[in-house]
């Protein structure tokens, strides 16, 4: 089963995720609303949108529940001091927070979180990743490698991104950090394309030295 099946699923749920908070902070600052308010609003469409997909889906995923709880805590915190530079630090912590789980889940317990993201993007396929992951030392493998790559970029993101939010205005930081992201997933999902590209071509050599 191949490890990026299901990236297409991926990256339009994250063009959506990104782009209705992105459009509306420009949106409504072009209008003449402040950047508290207009991040503010833009966390809450991103919200919305958590929500609309949870009951369309008729489920909640542990990626929505995290990024549930992270946009929460930057409304929190905006709210309480009126930085809202805590709003857009919340995107570090949401990928810190991935980034560990990916981590983690490599090394710990029987399901790591590269075979989740593949479960939650292909269900009508979950059963066979699952099989598939329990049956193959070499689909377990190759898990493990891509959550630790996907765990350490994940993270790397989230301290370059507290960096400069305090080093670049808030209007300015708000398209960067968006495309910030951009970067560090089509970065990581080129990665994840060659990785599997290369084991395929090792797994078809093997079988014809066989």
């Known amino acids: 089963m191949r490890l990026d099946s299901g990236m297409g699923a991926m990256v339009r749920s994250m063009a959506a995720d990104l782009g209705l908070p992105l459009i509306t902070f420009y949106g409504l600052h072009a209008l003449g609303a402040d950047d508290t308010t207009a991040l503010l609003a833009g966390t809450v469409a991103a919200g919305a949108r958590i929500v609309w997909v949870a009951v369309r889906s008729r489920a909640l995923s542990h990626f929505a529940m995290v990024m549930g709880a992270v946009f929460g805590v930057g409304l929190l915190f905006t709210l309480l001091t009126g930085d809202p530079r805590f709003l857009l630090i919340k995107h570090s912590a949401m990928a810190a927070v991935v980034g560990v789980l990916f981590l983690v889940t490599a090394f ?7 075979l989740s993201a593949q479960q939650s993007f292909m269900p009508a396929k979950a059963e066979e990743l699952a099989a598939a992951y329990a049956s193959s030392a070499d689909v377990r493998r190759g898990h493990r490698v891509a959550s630790v790559v996907w765990g350490g970029g994940l993270l790397a993101e989230a301290v370059l991104r507290v960096v400069l939010v305090f080093l670049l205005p808030v209007d300015v930081m708000v398209g960067l950090s968006t495309g910030l992201t951009v970067v560090t997933f089509g970065l990581l999902i080129a990665w994840n394309g060659r ?3 290369r084991r395929e071509r090792a797994a078809g050599s093997a079988l014809v030295s066989a």
């Open 108 to 114: 710990r317990g029987t399901k790591p979180l590269t």
């Open 195 to 197: 990785y599997v590209a």
